[in-house]
């Protein structure tokens, strides 16, 4: 099996040194990858991961990279983790984020069973997500999952904990991500459901297993307080700039049509339209007007034979009561 790396997307992403990296390996990435403005590891990845709550979004985005030949993506994971946001709305009603993937998103796979495999994971993460309301990260997520899949070699950069700038590339301003999750563009923002310390929990217990090489690939990343630093093995490493116009941002969503009458998604038969009364001439003035005469009189005899009908059921009810 080859060694793989995860990549999440802290500034220490942009400040790998292509010295300590194998030759040959596979690659997790997550989330906003695609906002970077070089491969810094290649346009071929192994497996994207992406947060439910937008995965409609991402998932779109990823359709279009694919497409535009930006990436190479083989697998698609949703970071589904079974917690307890994972299980209820927040009014309390129950929610089933897999049976979501099953029928709207075949193609993706939940991460939940390689937690629920590697249950020692699980049961810190189910820790701090019951008593604290507190939960892994994506880079945790990949790891955990490129652990429950075998990889035994594992080299780690972007995992920085939120410490100093948030990512290795711009994601404020006037972006449609920024219109789906407000908090993007807030001065200093921290997400409250991860902390350091529980990525730092979850790392040690990594690096406990048996069998299994943690390395870190960016020398400067606050990562190798916890995980050290690969050796510099003399490989080299070419990384391509991004295509003029490329994506850095959520694809914008197509707008459905709604029949309110049928709640089905339609496409609405274009509408000539309505002429002005100048715009008709006579003749077809007088058209409509037989036309609708001929409507009227023919609504009329099916309104008389309908009770004629049901006078002569009545008369014939009538008659059999008499003779019995």
Known sequence: M???IIAG????????DYSRLPKDFD??????FYFEDRYFLGKKIKGVFFNPLVLK????TLHHLKKRGEYEVEDVYCNIMMGKWDREWGNGSSKNLESELKYDYPSVKSTYPYLEKMKEFDALL???????NLRFTSGIMMLITALAQGYKQIYLTGLDFYEGERYAFEIKGDKRINQRIPAFNQEGFK?????????????????SLEGVEMLALSPDSPLCEIVPLAPKVGGEFEVLSKPEGYICDFVELPVLKI???SSAVSTPTPIPPPHSHDELSDQTIQEEGDCSKQLDCQADHRFC????RLFQKFVSIIKSSNKS
């Open 9 to 16: 997307n802290g500034p220490s992403l942009a400040q790998i």
């Open 2 to 4: 080859k060694p793989i």
């Open 259 to 261: 029949d309110d009458s």
């Open 57 to 60: 979004d991402q998932y779109f």
């Open 126 to 132: 189910k820790f701090y997500a019951l008593y604290y």
């Open 191 to 207: 997400d409250s459901v991860h902390t350091k310390n529980v990525d730092v929990e979850a790392l040690k217990l990594a690096l």
């Open 27 to 32: 690659v997790f990435r997550c989330n906003q």
């Open 305 to 308: 034979c309908f009770y004629q």
